[in-house]
């Protein structure tokens, strides 16, 4: 089978690069498959890393390159370069002629349904974050400005019929449930959880840790006052927020305000989650919402256990409460912190969720998530041929 997957650059440091460059490898090792990554920016630097069996066509359209020069260069990037991007990948996709063409969601998204009209290829859109993150961040940020930027985007993407896709995929049964009701060919498969499974935490340490982009939705300062009733309690634990962003400034007043120097420390950015997370014995995610959570699988695949807010998507799909670890009503601290002392207090049942935590951890490998892609191409394709 012929898989062409499109986005804009494979160098970038996203997730969507790094979810699809793993799911590629995983897809070409299967027998009988041939995976092309169409990129419309030059991506040779990680081109010359992937496996020998994912090919890369480099569209030469180069977004954002001379962005820095002002706002006409901006808008002739939104203009000009999305014109030459689509007749550059019609022209290589009537050429490859591939079984499935799969949008990520970016520059594409709106260019594959005309593309493929009259094709015989099925065309496969992923979404890798909810459907209602445009108004969560709007909610977020407040004012009116921001909810009549969410409408009109929302609007633009799901309300005109810019074209149709043959299947849907979302991250989440929550998402498909609540955001996707009624609509044919939605399709619920998760990211691939990448990380090497071969060591487990001992959860024998006295530290929690936290990970993610020191941005409001992650709710980091929420996070911090729940630690201040932790510490009153066990002080001689510490909790570790890895990452970094606009919110590092308030965050740090916050803990001083808190007194919780010595307690909470702000690591900023790692290379290496996994080594965080094998040297913790809980994640803590305080997010406000999310289109997955993939460091909630990450923990679980390391044997740790997790205590999170149940915010929209993710954790509810993750995360069976009491079995591999505990949710608690979105925003409330105070729920929070008496899940974070339990798991402090109660060392065997923090044991016993970090081994089923590792167990559930197995449904997201890559050679599992590859599998339901799979089936997902072969249905497509039979009802073809049928």
Not at 3 to 21: E, S
Not at 256 to 269: M, S
Request: glycine share 8%; with cysteine.
């Amino acid at each position: 089978m012929k898989i062409a997957y499109v986005l804009d650059d494979l160098d970038a440091a996203g997730g969507i690069q790094a979810v699809t460059r793993a799911k590629a490898a995983a897809l070409a090792a299967i027998p009988g498959n041939e995976v092309v990554l169409v990129t419309a920016n030059d991506s040779r630097q990680t081109a010359s890393s992937l496996p020998q069996g994912v090919k890369v066509v480099h569209l030469g359209v180069n977004y954002y390159e001379d962005d820095w020069k002002g706002f006409l260069y901006v808008l002739k990037g939104i203009l000009v370069r999305r014109r030459r991007h689509a007749r550059a990948l019609r022209s290589v996709l009537d050429e490859l002629d591939p079984d499935i063409v799969v949008s990520v969601g970016q520059s594409e998204k709106f260019m594959i349904p005309r593309l493929s009209r009259n094709r015989s290829w099925k065309t496969v859109r992923e979404f890798h974050y909810s459907g209602t993150y445009r108004k969560d961040y709007a909610r977020l940020q407040g004012g009116l400005r921001a909810r009549l930027v969410a409408a009109v985007s929302d609007f633009y993407e799901f309300g005109l019929g810019k074209g149709s896709y043959d299947a849907t995929v979302v991250l989440t049964r929550q998402d498909r449930e609540e955001n996707w009701r009624g609509k044919n060919g939605v399709h619920v498969i998760p990211n691939p959880c990448i990380l090497r499974l071969e060591r487990t935490s001992a959860l024998e340490c006295r530290r929690a840790v936290a990970v993610g982009r020191l941005v409001p939705v992650k709710g980091f300062d929420l996070l911090v006052q729940a630690w201040e009733k932790v510490a009153a309690v066990h002080p001689d634990w510490e909790l570790e927020i890895w990452g970094d962003g606009p919110e590092r400034n308030a965050l740090e007043r916050l803990i001083r305000e808190k007194g919780l120097q010595g307690k909470v420390f702000l690591r900023g950015v790692t290379g290496d989650v996994q080594g965080r997370l094998l040297q913790s014995s809980m994640l803590v995610f305080s997010s406000l919402f999310e289109g997955f959570g993939m460091v909630l699988v990450e923990a679980m695949a390391c044997g740790v256990p997790c205590v999170a807010f149940e915010c929209p998507c993710g954790p509810r799909d993750v995360i069976s409460t009491e079995e591999d670890g505990l949710l608690v009503p979105p925003g409330d601290t105070e729920q929070l912190s008496l899940a974070i002392i339990r798991l402090m207090e109660q060392p065997e049942l923090k044991r016993r969720m970090g081994a089923a935590a590792r167990g559930k951890a197995a449904q997201y490998a890559l050679d599992a998530i590859a599998a339901r892609w799979m089936d997902l191409f072969r249905e497509l394709t039979s009802n073809q041929q049928r």
